[in-house]
C-alpha cells in the first residue's frame, strides 16, 4: 500500500499517517515532498507529526540519503550452503577475489542505474539490502535468483568461465528481483518468457548505462565473456539478433527465435522461458533502435513503467505486455514513440 | 543399477547439453560403483516424493533422475537450490560425471 501511494504523493491529499510513511520510506524526491507537505500546512495534528518525523532516530532522516546501496558479497567456498560466507560488505575494500569484486561491482552498477535512470530505491524500491553469494557449488556453471539473493557458479572452466563476468548477467539477476517484486510474472510460457526478456532488457541496459553507450552503439548481447576461447560463441544471448549468439559441436546452436514464425512450443525450460524471450527481446532492441539516443531513456522507461502498470497481470502474454506498452508510449511520451514501440512488436509478430 | 540423469532449465539453454547422462553401474569400477549406490542409499531415493514442492526460481535448474535397480525403480525430478545435504551431494556427483562425459565427448 505504502508504495503505491508513495508513487504519487505529489498529490496531496494523503492523510497525515502516510505522508509520515512515505517520508520514511519514500526516495528522496517522494520524502521532499512528503515533508514539504507535512510543514507547511498549519493544523494541529500535522505540526506534530512533522516533529516527530525531524526527531526520529530511525533513518536520521534529513541527513541521510535515500538510495543508498547496501552489498553484501558471501562466499559459499564450493559448497550448496547459503548465503555463506561473508566476504565484503558496503564501503568495504576490494579483496583479491576477482568474483567477489565484480559481484559487489555488478550490484552497485545495477542499483545506480535503478536509482538513476528510474528513481528507483534498490530491488523493491525500498532500500533492499542486495546479497550475491559466489563460489556456489563445484564447477557450476549456472546462476540464478533464489528470491532474496543472486547466485552465482565458477564455471566449469572448459566451456564456461565464472558468471560474474558479464555486468549482464549480474544485472540480468537482480532484474528478477524487480519482476519478482513488481509484476510478479509466473515464470511459466509466455508470462516466464516475458519475465526472461525482461531481466535481459534491464541487463544490457544496465550495461548501456554503464559504458554511457546509446542503442545504436550497444552490442545487445547477453553474457559477453561467459564462454571459455574453446566455445564458437560470443555470448548467452543476442538481443539484435537471437538465435545467432552461440553455434557450438558441443553446446549446440542458440535456439532463439526473433519472431513468432519461430515461437518454439516445448514443456522442457518451463516452457522455453529462455527460448521465446527472444520474441519480446528482439522487440524492445528494434524499438530502442527506432527511439534512438540512450535506450535506457525512452524505451527503457516505457518497459519499466509497463513492468509497474497494475494493468500487468502475472499471467500476461506477449500481446498483453505488447498493448501495455503501446499504451504506456502513448502516455509517456506520445503518438510518434506510440507509433515505434507498435512497429517494433508488429515486426515480431505481435499484433497490438 | 542404471542411473539416468537429466538437467534442464538454468540461465541459458543449450541444446547440447540436453542429452542425458547414463550411467551403468555395473559397468562401473567397484568402488566408483559402490559410491553412487551409498549416495543413492543415503539420499533415501526410492522414498523421495516424485514432484518437488519447491518453486520454479528465475534460472535455477531442475535435475531429473531416474534409477532402475531391479526391484525399485523410481524417477524423481528436484528444483535448485536443494535443501536436502545428501539428495545434494547426490546431484553433485552426477552433475560431474555429466561433465566428465561432456569434456571426454
Known amino acids: 500500500m505504502t508504495k503505491a501511494w508513495a508513487r504519487h504523493c505529489g498529490c496531496s491529499i494523503l492523510p497525515p499517517e502516510l505522508l509520515r510513511r512515505i517520508a520514511l520510506r519514500g526516495n528522496a524526491r517522494q520524502r521532499e515532498t512528503a515533508l514539504a507537505t507535512l510543514a507547511t500546512d498549519h493544523t494541529l495534528r500535522l505540526a506534530r507529526a512533522t516533529y516527530q518525523l525531524l526527531a526520529s532516530p530511525q533513518r536520521g532522516l534529513l541527513g541521510v540519503p535515500v538510495a543508498a546501496k547496501r552489498r553484501t558479497v558471501y562466499d559459499a567456498q564450493g559448497h550448496e550452503t547459503l548465503p555463506g560466507k561473508v566476504v565484503r560488505t558496503e564501503g568495504a575494500r576490494a579483496t583479491r577475489d576477482v568474483a567477489v569484486n565484480e559481484a559487489y561491482d555488478g550490484l552497485g552498477a545495477t542499483f545506480d542505474f535503478f536509482a538513476d535512470a528510474y528513481d528507483r530505491n534498490s530491488i523493491d524500491d525500498e532500500g533492499l539490502p542486495l546479497d550475491a553469494t559466489v563460489h556456489y557449488a563445484s564447477r557450476y556453471d549456472n546462476a540464478f535468483w533464489n528470491g532474496r539473493q543472486m547466485v552465482f557458479g565458477d564455471g566449469d572452466g572448459d566451456l564456461f568461465n565464472r558468471f560474474t563476468i558479464s555486468l549482464d548477467v549480474i544485472a540480468h539477476e537482480l532484474a528478477h528481483g524487480v519482476t519478482g517484486d513488481e509484476a510478479r510474472l509466473v515464470y511459466l510460457g509466455q508470462a516466464g518468457a516475458l519475465n526472461e526478456s525482461i531481466s535481459d532488457v534491464f541487463g544490457s541496459l544496465v550495461k548501456q548505462y554503464a559504458r554511457r553507450q546509446t542503442a545504436a552503439a550497444a552490442d545487445w548481447l547477453i553474457g559477453e565473456g561467459l564462454f571459455t576461447a574453446r566455445v564458437h560463441g560470443v555470448a548467452l544471448r543476442s538481443m539484435k539478433a537471437p538465435g545467432t549468439a552461440f553455434d557450438d559441436p558441443l553446446l549446440g546452436r542458440d535456439p532463439q527465435p526473433s519472431t513468432m514464425a519461430g515461437y518454439v512450443r516445448t514443456s522442457t525450460d518451463n516452457g522455453g522461458v529462455h527460448i521465446n524471450s527472444g520474441i519480446p527481446n528482439h522487440a524492445f532492441y528494434l524499438a530502442a533502435i527506432a527511439l534512438g539516443g540512450n535506450a535506457w531513456q525512452k524505451a527503457g522507461r516505457i518497459w519499466y513503467e509497463t513492468l509497474r502498470d497494475r494493468r500487468l497481470k502475472p499471467t500476461a502474454t506477449f500481446r498483453q505486455f505488447a498493448r501495455q506498452t503501446v499504451q504506456n508510449a502513448a502516455q509517456l511520451f506520445g503518438a510518434t514513440e506510440r507509433q515505434a514501440v507498435a512497429s517494433a512488436w508488429n515486426e515480431v509478430g505481435i499484433k497490438t | 543399477m542404471r542411473i539416468d540423469f537429466r538437467v534442464e532449465g538454468g540461465l541459458a539453454v543449450f541444446p547440447g547439453l540436453a542429452q542425458p547422462l547414463t550411467i551403468d553401474c555395473d559397468a562401473l569400477p567397484r568402488p ?58 547426490l546431484v553433485a556427483e552426477l552433475r560431474e560425471r555429466a561433465a566428465s562425459a561432456r569434456r571426454a565427448r
Open chain 2, 32 to 89: 566408483e560403483s559402490e559410491r553412487l549406490r551409498a549416495l543413492v542409499e543415503r539420499a533415501d531415493f526410492f522414498a523421495l516424493p516424485a514432484r518437488p514442492r519447491a518453486p520454479r526460481l528465475p534460472d535455477a535448474r531442475a535435475y531429473t533422475i531416474a534409477i532402475d535397480d531391479g526391484p525399485q525403480c523410481r524417477t524423481v525430478t528436484v528444483r535448485e537450490p536443494i535443501a536436502d545435504p545428501a539428495l545434494r551431494e
